[in-house]
């Protein structure tokens, strides 16, 4: 199973950044899929999951400024972030699940700060 993110990096506050997250065929075409993400020393926290059908559930203050989309042609999750803010500093998981499984990718870096 792999689950592959990429895309964080620095960015100053206002601006945006988009991660992907590309997985197996066969695991992208039959989960739900999510992001999630970690300070350090906090538990890791829900930002937005995605449904088969790619309709999109997210966490209440995140809404607005974050999207999660979903290519099923390529196998590929994303997640477009706007009007960054330092307190989004955090590592980005991807997250495949369903019935009885729940995978998740090595996570990728996301700094806001000027």
């Known amino acids: 199973v792999q689950l592959q993110a990429s895309g964080g990096g620095l960015v100053q506050p206002g601006g945006s950044l988009r991660l992907s997250c590309s997985a197996s065929r066969d695991l992208f075409s039959k989960s739900r899929m999510a992001w999630y993400r970690q300070v350090p020393g906090e538990q890791r926290r829900l930002v937005a999951t995605?449904?088969?059908?790619?309709?999109?559930h997210y966490a209440d203050s995140l809404e607005g400024r974050f999207s999660i989309t979903r290519d099923n042609a390529k196998s590929t999750l994303y997640l477009q972030m706007n009007n960054l803010k330092p307190e989004d500093t955090a590592v980005y998981f991807c997250n495949a699940y369903g019935f009885q499984y729940d995978y998740w990718g090595q996570g990728t870096l996301v700094t806001v700060s000027s």
């Open positions: 995605t449904a088969l059908n790619g309709n999109p």
